[in-house]
């Protein structure tokens, strides 16, 4: 698009023009009546605002009324039109902004005449100013070839939440690649103009980055406890959207044992909640009523309240070193269903399959 100052540039060429141009000029001159409209009062984000010229004159400027093209401040640039007098804009972040579209003519003497007409645009970010969200590298898993790394994605549970399923194996106490580190964390905003902020346990706005080392500050664990954070993101234009990040722990069986004989769990490298647990019973043994004992995510008092997670087979709750299991017709899946602790928001949960092969 070219910019006003392409406009003075042209209007100058005209300016000092010959005596034979000035003439034509006269022929051309229209008096300036600026007027316009554009289809609506209120648009999405990025979505494109059409200009359309219903007054008069030589020559019309657009000032779509956001950052860097406001009429009237200094420094601030407005848009040329095309040459039927149309103008199509996106803006990039919400708000309410005054478009200003200057019409200009210049007359038989040289001198440049306008006039302006102005309306209000309200700009709404129907998908939040927020975009995605991605804290980095929570633990270096093992169990694959190479060093990888652990992420987890941020996944939007309702307008201004989202739930980040955290692995348990990240549940350790390390300066990195842990839950309970401070965090680098990734994210993308809907406009380029916007900034980012997470609200510490004080209060206080500490601006991030992403992906910016400096930006590692952010704190998911308070007084032992995971504990959803509050983020917000501030347009130039001053419009506040904030965001609540729950990091939810994906349940793990952490011990299994039947008749004293430990298990051996692993999980399914295809899967980020899938265990396998085998043991080897001896030559002989009834498995057709065997009474496991076992525990989740160490029995954590941290993670678990006795009420947040539980345990069943097949919708039949199982109880360590009460319910009787059946392992005589081959092997038998566990279902883990755990909720965010303190929070009894359904959809903050996250679900483990553990599958057990009993061998004899």
Same mark, same amino acid.
């Given at each position: 698009?070219?910019?006003?100052?392409?406009?003075?540039?042209?209007?100058?060429?005209?300016?000092?023009?010959?005596?034979?141009?000035?003439?034509?000029?006269?022929?051309?001159?229209?008096?300036?009546?600026?007027?316009?409209?554009?289809?609506?009062?209120?648009?999405?984000?990025?979505?494109?605002?059409?200009?359309?010229?219903?007054?008069?004159?030589?020559?019309?400027?657009?000032?779509?009324?956001?950052?860097?093209?406001?009429?009237?401040?200094?420094?601030?640039?407005?848009?040329?039109?095309?040459?039927?007098?149309?103008?199509?804009?996106?803006?990039?972040?919400?708000?309410?902004?005054?478009?200003?579209?200057?019409?200009?003519?210049?007359?038989?003497?040289?001198?440049?005449?306008?006039?302006?007409?102005?309306?209000?645009?309200?700009?709404?970010?129907?998908?939040?100013?927020?975009?995605?969200?991605?804290?980095?590298?929570?633990?270096?898993?093992?169990?694959?070839?190479?060093?990888?790394?652990?992420?987890?994605?941020?996944?939007?549970?309702?307008?201004?939440?989202?739930?980040?399923?955290?692995?348990?194996?990240?549940?350790?106490?390390?300066?990195?690649?842990?839950?309970?580190?401070?965090?680098?964390?990734?994210?993308?905003?809907?406009?380029?103009?916007?900034?980012?902020?997470?609200?510490?346990?004080?209060?206080?706005?500490?601006?991030?980055?992403?992906?910016?080392?400096?930006?590692?500050?952010?704190?998911? +664990?308070?007084?032992?406890?995971?504990?959803?954070?509050?983020?917000?993101?501030?347009?130039?234009?001053?419009?506040?959207?904030?965001?609540?990040?729950?990091?939810?722990?994906?349940?793990?069986?952490?011990?299994?044992?039947?008749?004293?004989?430990?298990?051996?769990?692993?999980?399914?490298?295809?899967?980020?909640?899938?265990?396998?647990?085998?043991?080897?019973?001896?030559?002989?043994?009834?498995?057709?009523? +065997?009474?496991? +004992?076992?525990?989740?995510?160490?029995?954590?008092?941290?993670?678990?309240?006795?009420?947040?997670?539980?345990?069943?087979?097949?919708?039949?709750?199982?109880?360590?070193?009460?319910?009787? +299991?059946?392992?005589?017709?081959?092997?038998?899946?566990?279902?883990?269903?755990?909720?965010?602790?303190?929070?009894?928001?359904?959809?903050?949960?996250?679900?483990?399959?553990?599958?057990?092969?009993?061998?004899?």
């Amino acid at each position: 698009m070219k910019t006003i100052k392409v406009i003075y540039c042209l209007l100058t060429v005209l300016i000092f023009a010959s005596c034979d141009e000035n003439g034509y000029l006269r022929d051309l001159y229209v008096v300036p009546e600026a007027a316009f409209e554009v289809e609506k009062d209120t648009y999405d984000v990025f979505e494109s605002v059409r200009f359309v010229n219903k007054g008069s004159g030589q020559y019309y400027v657009v000032y779509p009324g956001d950052a860097n093209h406001v009429y009237g401040k200094e420094g601030d640039t407005g848009f040329a039109t095309a040459s039927d007098g149309t103008f199509s804009y996106s803006y990039q972040e919400p708000g309410t902004f005054n478009a200003v579209w200057v019409a200009s003519s210049i007359n038989g003497n040289g001198e440049r005449e306008f006039t302006v007409d102005s309306v209000t645009i309200k700009v709404v970010a129907l998908d939040g100013g927020l975009d995605n969200l991605k804290i980095n590298n929570l633990y270096r898993m093992s169990e694959y070839a190479g060093t990888v790394y652990y992420s987890s994605y941020g996944e939007f549970i309702s307008s201004d939440s989202l739930l980040c399923p955290i692995l348990f194996d990240a549940w350790r106490d390390a300066t990195f690649n842990s839950i309970k580190a401070k965090q680098l964390v990734n994210f993308e905003l809907s406009s380029n103009l916007a900034e980012m902020y997470w609200i510490n346990p004080d209060g206080e706005e500490k601006k991030i980055v992403s992906g910016s080392t400096a930006s590692r500050i952010v704190e998911f +664990v308070q007084d032992g406890k995971l504990k959803i954070q509050n983020f917000r993101v501030i347009t130039a234009s001053g419009v506040v959207s904030n965001y609540y990040v729950a990091p939810v722990m994906i349940p793990k069986m952490t011990k299994f044992s039947i008749n004293g004989v430990v298990g051996t769990i692993t999980r399914d490298i295809a899967y980020y909640n899938r265990y396998n647990i085998t043991l080897q019973l001896a030559d002989g043994s009834d498995l057709s009523n +065997v009474i496991p +004992v076992f525990e989740t995510m160490n029995n954590d008092p941290n993670l678990l309240d006795g009420t947040n997670c539980r345990v069943t087979i097949d919708g039949v709750e199982q109880i360590s070193g009460v319910t009787s +299991v059946d392992f005589s017709q081959g092997d038998v899946t566990y279902t883990i269903d755990y909720n965010f602790m303190g929070n009894n928001n359904p959809k903050l949960t996250q679900q483990a399959l553990v599958t057990v092969s009993v061998l004899h």
